[in-house]
């Protein structure tokens, strides 16, 4: 726990500040998240308390930073599988103006808080400094020939019944002149981003995560719980008229259609088990992304008394949407198949508190490490997916963070244009 926690109402500050303070201070690690809906913009940094396993968090404490890989027992290096944590300094930017909390741990140097602190006022939003040019082609883990084998046998094992859907992820790996700074990248990526949760970690000097992610896990607030269903996936038009008619398209498509019901099934299956029982808030609609789009379904949660945040989020992670159906057997076969660590890759993250929770899941995400950066995506596998049609729609959801640095697109089999 914090030894000691303060609170004070702020003012005068502007969200495009929190990125250059962030990137002044040198306490690590440096965290910034932003919710879908754009209400609430957290910058945090240094650590004051960690707690090892989920459980122990104490119920008081008015804010917990959790974050999870995709899976407990594998993750990368400098990246726990798991992380719930306090930070040094919180700057909070919400509907009721800003506030800075302050939490000192056991390993809090006074002076390093009051040299983060002292910036907070002088920090002018700085011009860019842009990226360094990419000096080698894209590298993708699986392969083209590989990833076609591997939903063979993700089609091979739902004909034989022991599955009916994974999640097959690829890591496509660039490498630039010289070392990007990673709030560079997250400024042009995040310009450019629609409907997303914005996520960046940078747990030491020159390596850090980021994820701009459509989906959600959860959000609870008070006793009202609200998850979704995301997954079903089609280009988006820049044009309007035809963005509509490829709406339209999208919903009526029978193998979309039918690789998003199993989330929602997988999702309601699960929230069963911890007593919840779960209902479709309104028809099926469509959450547009730039450059593309996905079937979207938001389903409430009910139960009295409500389970903690914690047991609703390990009992949902991995949804059908990252991981597969069943979901053990899915997880089985991907810890044989798959050879790529997915690390933060399609975990979670976001916060805990007693009268509210939010989560989102770590997908369209990257690893910047040093000059090389990696980035992630996956894609759903049902008995009528096209393995072609699957890796193009791997490229199209890194179409938007290639663009910044690859031109012309050179990466994409099959153009989309971003609108
Ligand atoms: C796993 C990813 O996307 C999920 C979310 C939306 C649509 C999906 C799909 O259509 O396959 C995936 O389930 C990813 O982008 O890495």
Redesign the pocket.
């Known amino acids: 726990m914090p030894l000691l926690q303060l609170e004070e109402p702020l003012g005068g500050l502007a969200t495009e500040a929190l990125v250059p303070w962030l990137q002044a201070s040198d306490r690590f690690p440096r965290m910034l998240w932003q919710s879908r809906d754009g209400q609430l913009t957290v910058a945090a940094l240094g650590l004051a308390s960690r707690f090892k396993a989920p459980q122990e968090h104490p119920t008081h404490a008015r804010r917990i930073w959790c974050v999870a890989g995709f899976d407990a027992n594998q993750s990368w290096n400098g990246y726990p599988a798991h992380l719930s944590y306090i930070p040094e300094i919180e700057l909070e930017h919400s509907p009721a103006g800003w506030t800075l909390r302050i939490s000192l741990g056991p390993e809090t140097s006074v002076e390093q808080l009051q040299r983060s602190l002292a910036t907070l006022h002088r920090i002018s939003p700085e011009p860019d400094a842009g990226l360094p040019p990419v000096v080698a082609p894209v590298r993708h883990q699986p392969q083209q020939p590989q990833w076609c084998q591997q939903v063979g046998a993700v089609q091979r094992a739902i004909a034989d019944g022991e599955l009916q859907k994974v ?1 097959l ?1 690829r890591q496509s790996s660039l490498r630039f002149e010289a070392a990007p700074s990673l709030w560079s990248l997250y400024r042009s990526w995040s310009q450019q981003a629609l409907n997303c949760y914005r996520f960046v970690f940078e747990p030491a000097p020159g390596d850090g995560f980021i994820s701009l ?3 959600r896990l959860m959000q609870r607030s008070g006793d009202q719980l609200l998850t979704e269903a ?4 089609a280009p988006r038009p820049s044009q309007s008229a035809e963005a509509r008619d490829a709406s339209l398209e999208l919903l009526a498509d029978s193998k ?1 259609r039918h ?2 019901q199993l ?1 929602i099934e997988d999702i309601q299956h699960k929230l069963a088990s911890i007593g919840l029982s779960c209902s479709q808030r309104c028809e099926t609609s469509v959450l547009q992304q730039r450059g593309i789009q ?2 979207h379904q938001l389903l409430q949660g009910y139960a009295n008394p409500m389970p903690a945040d914690t047991l609703i989020a390990h009992t949902l992670h991995p949804t ?3 991981g597969g159906l069943p979901g053990e057997a899915a997880s089985r076969f991907l810890c044989h198949n798959e050879s790529l660590v997915r690390g933060w ?2 975990g979670y993250c976001g916060y805990l508190a007693p009268a509210a929770a939010e989560l989102a ?1 770590t ?3 990257a690893r910047l490490q040093g000059n090389e950066l990696q980035l ?6 049902v008995a009528l997916s096209d393995p072609l049609a ?1 890796w193009q ?2 490229d199209q ?1 890194i179409a938007l963070p290639l663009s910044l640095f690859v031109p012309g697109e050179e990466h994409v089999s099959r153009r989309t244009s971003l609108s």
């Not at 995301?230 to 996936?233: F, M, P, V």
């Not at 992630?376 to 596998?381: D, E, K, L, R």
């Open positions: 999640v992820a992610s459509p989906e995301l997954a079903g996936t979309n690789e998003h989330v996905h079937l059908a949407a990252v890759y399609a899941v997908i369209r995400s992630f995506a996956g894609a759903g596998i699957e729609e791997l959801k």
